[in-house]
């Protein structure tokens, strides 16, 4: 009823086959889960999800905290589909659910009868998410879907550090996380549609292009002016100063958006007006001038001084926290940044909604 209170989640009765492996996938199925959809994870009989070896880390009951990470609100059955038998039993699964994830590769499910073509005639409404590397033309068949190698060929590592050490890879799988966010939102599109017109559909997702997607202003710069993006470390490539500057003990960051965040800056640390640094577009162009001036005043104090002072202006500054700082500022606030199963801790989901709580029912799976 209309102003009735929703009491279950939003995905509550929605049922994944997640043949998916590794990180993107998985996530997208994890993040699924969370809100309510009933997650089944398909894998190898004996060794299960690769992740499930890689270590150290492990957790203190000997598991891989890289597998425990994207797993959580999931059950598994070990399907060996090569075999006729548990094809078939795969292809059930499949008929009793309303979504299939697969990252097997272009045509890797077709192999086994369980691609989409052949899934969608027996049932119409399914809605059907591939994830490759680079999509599914002939040309990108041979090409290897890992993300580091996306990382490098997709460009985001030449513009990703110091200028001169020739490309550095963002410290997380970065694009699989990405990939798993953009079928999470096509998987989601297709649904409502489904709403609709009672019909599924299928979602394909590569690490390729949402890579390029995903560096927005830099190849968005590309492909309207035609200019190549280069790393520049910390500094931002159209906004100065905005980047990390160095204390008497540690660095700390500041983003100054504005020219009347710049002018606060100027009052609170007493730097005198200059007429190059006037505009943003002029700091641009006078960038090692204001940051060396401004390192040189910062270094005379300690960090937790330029941040309280520069907060109480109103500048946008912080800390480079480390992980376990970052995890105590988010208790601080209230975030609530973890969550646990059954002795299994893992990072809590960032979405909140109002009516349809997300629910975390199970720990990662064990291998069955």
């Not at 009765?13 to 997650?39: C, H, N």
């Not at 968005?220 to 003990?249: K, M, R, W």
């Not at 059954?342 to 199970?362: C, D, E, F, G, Q």
Request: contains cysteine.
């Amino acid at each position: 009823m209309v102003g009735e209170e929703m009491t279950t989640p939003a995905l509550h009765g929605i049922k994944i086959a997640d043949f998916s492996r590794v990180l993107a996938g998985p996530y997208a199925t994890m993040l699924l889960a969370d809100l309510g959809a009933e997650v089944t994870k398909v894998e190898r009989p004996g060794s299960g999800d690769q992740t499930r070896s890689w270590g150290p880390p492990f957790d203190q009951k000997g598991r891989a905290t890289y597998f425990q990470s994207v797993n959580r609100n999931k059950t598994s059955v070990s399907l060996e589909l090569g075999d006729e038998a548990d094809m078939l039993k795969a292809r059930e699964l499949i008929l009793a659910s309303e979504i299939v994830v697969e990252n097997f590769g272009p045509g890797g499910m077709k192999r086994f009868g369980l691609d989409f073509e052949s899934l969608s005639k027996e049932k119409p409404s399914l809605i059907y998410c591939s994830i490759t590397g680079f999509g599914d033309s002939e040309a990108a068949q041979s090409l290897p879907g890992y993300d580091m190698l996306i990382q490098g060929m997709s460009g985001l590592m030449s513009i990703t550090g110091e200028p001169s050490k020739g490309g550095t890879k963002v410290g997380v799988a970065l694009i699989d996380v990405i990939a798993g966010l953009h079928a999470t939102t096509g998987i989601l599109a297709a649904l409502h549609a489904r709403e609709q017109s009672g019909v599924g559909q299928e979602v394909k997702i590569n690490l390729f292009s949402s890579a390029l997607s995903a560096m927005v202003n830099q190849s968005g710069t590309f492909v309207a002016a035609g200019v190549v993006a280069e790393a520049l470390g910390n500094d931002h490539p159209s906004i100065v100063p905005y980047g990390v500057f160095h204390s008497a003990d540690r660095d700390f960051i500041i983003a100054v958006g504005n020219d009347h965040q710049f002018q606060a800056l100027l009052e609170a640390i007493g730097l005198e007006r200059d007429d190059r640094f006037a505009t943003n577009q002029m700091r641009v162009e006078n960038r090692k001038i204001l940051t060396a001036r401004l390192n040189e005043i910062f270094a005379s104090k300690p960090s937790e001084h330029w941040i309280a002072l520069l907060t109480a202006s109103k500048i946008p500054v912080g800390p480079i926290n480390r992980i376990d700082e970052a995890f105590a500022l988010a208790e601080r606030l209230g975030l609530n940044p973890t969550v646990e199963i059954a002795n299994s801790k893992s990072v809590a989901n960032p979405i909140h909604l109002s009516k349809s709580p997300l629910a975390y029912r199970l720990p990662p799976p064990e291998l069955h």
